[in-house]
């Protein structure tokens, strides 16, 4: 085998492992989020609320603090749900190649779906949480435009080295 190519193996590897070491930190950090104690994770987004809302109102009522905190938990949903379904595409189509491309997707898409769905299932075993379906939807919704984009921008990627 030639030393270009071993190292271009090498290479391959590499940023395959890298890929997923990323994607198991990201996946640890929701298991964390979305496993804190409720009292704790309403303590936190109820003084972020407070903050934003003092910056937005001079005097902010309950209402628009209470406002601001639904706001803030529908963005982390759909925030981190959006990393979870981007990161989770690329190491798909980093591992799957030519034409299992859309295996992957499909995989990352299966991947993103139970892990929507479970993060918030199990929160009703946390104390102070419970189960929401919305925010279920709210975390594949979130998934899919992860998934989206990245597939969006693997197909721009080849339309703009076509053009090159």
Same mark, same amino acid.
């Given at each position: 085998?030639?030393?270009? /190519?071993?190292?271009?193996?090498?290479?391959?590897?590499?940023?395959?492992?890298?890929?997923?070491?990323?994607?198991?930190?990201?996946?640890? *950090?929701?298991?964390?989020?979305? *496993?804190?104690?409720?009292?704790?994770?309403?303590?936190?987004?109820?003084r972020?609320?407070?903050?934003?809302?003092?910056?937005?109102?001079?005097?902010?009522?309950?209402?628009?603090?209470?406002?601001?905190?639904?706001?803030?938990?529908f963005?982390?949903?759909?925030?981190?749900?959006?990393?979870?379904?981007?990161v989770?595409?690329f190491?798909?189509?980093v &591992?799957?190649?030519?034409?299992?491309?859309?295996?992957?997707?499909?995989?990352?898409?299966? &991947?993103?779906?139970?892990?929507?769905?479970?993060?918030?299932?199990?929160?009703?075993?946390?104390?102070?949480?419970? *189960?929401?379906?919305?925010?279920?939807?709210?975390?594949?919704?979130?998934?899919?435009?992860?998934?989206?984009?990245m597939?969006?921008?693997?197909?721009?990627?080849?339309?703009?080295? /076509?053009?090159?």
């Amino acid at each position: 085998m030639n030393k270009n /190519k071993k190292n271009h193996i090498l290479l391959e590897l590499g940023v395959i492992a890298i890929s997923f070491g990323a994607l198991l930190l990201l996946l640890y *950090f929701v298991m964390v989020v979305s *496993f804190q104690n409720g009292a704790v994770s309403t303590d936190l987004t109820m003084r972020l609320a407070e903050q934003i809302a003092r910056r937005i109102f001079e005097q902010p009522t309950g209402d628009q603090i209470e406002t601001t905190a639904l706001m803030i938990r529908f963005g982390a949903h759909l925030g981190l749900f959006f990393v979870v379904g981007f990161v989770t595409t690329f190491v798909s189509m980093v &591992v799957f190649r030519r034409y299992y491309r859309i295996l992957g997707v499909i995989g990352a898409g299966a &991947v993103c779906y139970v892990l929507a769905y479970y993060t918030e299932y199990y929160k009703q075993f946390v104390e102070g949480r419970h *189960f929401q379906q919305s925010d279920a939807a709210l975390n594949w919704y979130g998934s899919v435009m992860g998934i989206v984009c990245m597939v969006a921008s693997y197909f721009l990627n080849r339309l703009l080295v /076509k053009l090159s």
